[in-house]
């Protein structure tokens, strides 16, 4: 594999009607037919944006059936989810407690003067 | 003068198609918010994240071309790696640096930047993504275009779906 699997990811999710296709997979499995219907755009060009959620591990293609329906494959979406949703609580905590902390510095600058 | 925000409140805003900014309001001169980001003995006190993170290490090394290195502990044990390279220092107004998560995220320019007004010192960390695409896939993540909002939304769906 030329990148690794989160940059394919990143890469995957930066397309609106990529992730557009995720969010109908998201109510069950679907066909490529199916899919390309709520779209202005070819069955082959949704078929090239299937070809990149699969190989982001976006999504499984069934291999059996004819038809070969799709499915979302949560857990690269939901690592990137929780590592931007933890982000944002980590400054968000953290500056919380630097609050405190600044109080507690500035407490303690007035009794030492300048502090190091 | 443009309203300012409550003193307390973390604010996530998008200036442009490669940035996202972390703004907050602190009750403290900058000379002492600048000392809080760039020495160990007081980054180690507060940028920890939520409850059960401790950072075993912090080194900083405060020069234009100097590293920086912080390693997070969990308690379950985890850690969480994060270095980068000092670009810009101008104490107590401007530090630029490179941040790194690991092999796996793209790299950002951080530009913090503190302004003071009668006390009370305002902090605001914007991070430039090296493109519209890697900065809208840490920000956006989802199923829809949308605001910072939207993380929360989209972690508690996740979670669900799991």
């Known amino acids: ?116 | 003068m443009a309203t300012a925000p409550e003193v307390g409140t973390t604010t996530f805003t998008t200036p442009s198609d490669r940035e996202i900014a972390i703004s907050r309001v602190f009750e403290a001169p900058r000379e002492l918010l600048w000392d809080a980001h760039t020495k160990p003995e007081h980054v180690t006190q507060w940028m920890l994240g939520p409850e059960g993170w401790s950072m075993p290490v912090c080194e900083i090394d405060l020069k234009p071309g100097g590293e920086w290195h912080v390693v997070w502990r969990r308690s379950d044990g985890s850690e969480l790696d994060m270095r980068g390279e000092y670009r810009e220092v101008v104490a107590p107004e401007r530090l630029v640096s490179t941040e790194r998560w690991g092999e796996d995220w793209p790299e950002t320019l951080n530009t913090l930047l503190l302004t003071e007004q009668e006390g009370r010192t305002t902090l605001t960390t914007t991070m430039l993504y090296p493109s519209k695409e890697t900065r809208d896939a840490a920000l956006d993540t989802g199923m829809k275009d949308g605001t910072t909002e939207s993380f929360d939304r989209l972690a508690e769906y996740l979670r669900t779906m799991a």
């Open chain 1, 1 to 116: 594999m030329a990148t690794d699997a989160l940059s394919l990811t990143f890469s995957a999710l930066a397309d609106p009607t990529r992730r557009a296709i995720l969010a109908r997979l998201t109510a069950g499995a679907a066909t490529v037919k199916e899919l390309s219907a709520p779209f202005a755009i070819s069955g082959p060009a949704v078929s090239k944006h299937l070809r990149v959620l699969e190989r982001a591990g976006l999504i499984v293609r069934t291999r059996e059936a004819q038809w070969r329906p799709c499915r979302l494959e949560a857990a690269p979406l939901k690592e990137v989810a929780e590592w931007a949703d933890e982000y944002r609580r980590f400054w968000d905590m953290s500056y919380a407690r630097l609050d405190e902390y600044l109080e507690h510095l500035q407490g303690k600058e007035r009794n030492d003067g300048d502090s190091t």
